[in-house]
């Protein structure tokens, strides 16, 4: 079966709830998430909101993508893909916007806060300093995974990294990602298991591409 074109383009404003919903289905099953909220009946309900903080923290809606497969000469399907990318010098959450949302992280993460927390040290503690464009969170639904839509949202930021001789990082928990991510021309750097029994997550580098 031939598969439709895809379209990507930048979020806006109102882009927003559609981000947080479609991030919050594509991690799901992320091993990551399902470490801090451990109740899989529950993980829907707090993935939502999680996922809505962060499309909000520390981010600007010209810093997403979201990609669709198009359906029409004129008309594009659902978007079914979005990255969240951070630009260079922006990694890392500022402790002001910890601070100022710190009841809303207690509200979603509930007793497991200390260990979310301690996973955020761990991860920055890992982080790549040098200038770079980070991508932080990237998902497709379920249901359209396997068509190529999350690799369209990363192209469109590489090839702004690539025009400006940036290079990009990101880190995943996902083993079946790394390979994908290395078709992107990302490659590893390390590797680190979260402690407390956390998953093992994957550092991944890309020098920027000659155009």
Do not use: K
């Not at 909101?49 to 990609?67: G, N």
């Not at 790549?128 to 369209?152: D, I, K, T």
């Amino acid at each position: 079966m031939q598969r439709l074109p895809i379209v990507t383009r930048p979020a806006t404003a109102a882009d927003q709830p559609t981000a947080a919903t479609l991030l919050a289905r594509a991690f799901i099953d992320d091993p990551a998430l399902c470490f801090l909220f451990t109740d899989a009946a529950d993980r829907p309900r707090r993935l939502a909101r999680f996922f809505a903080l962060i499309t909000s923290i520390d981010s600007t809606p010209a810093l997403w993508t979201l990609a669709a497969e198009q359906t029409g000469a004129d008309a594009t399907g659902a978007e079914s893909a979005v990255a969240l990318w951070r630009p260079p010098g922006s990694w890392r959450t500022s402790p002001a916007a910890m601070l100022i949302n710190a009841l809303p992280l207690i509200q979603i993460f509930g007793w497991s806060l200390r260990r979310a927390l301690a996973m955020q040290g761990q991860i920055e503690s890992h982080h790549p300093q040098p200038p770079h464009w980070y991508l932080q969170f990237v998902g497709c639904v379920p249901e359209r995974q396997g068509r190529g839509l999350g690799g369209a949202v990363i192209r469109a930021r590489l090839a702004q990294c690539d025009a400006e001789g940036v290079p990009a990082a990101l880190e995943t928990a996902t083993p079946a990602n790394v390979g994908m991510y290395e078709a992107l021309g990302f490659a590893v750097t390390g590797t680190y298991r979260i402690s407390g029994g956390g998953p093992e997550f994957w550092s991944m580098w890309r020098e920027p591409r000659r155009v």
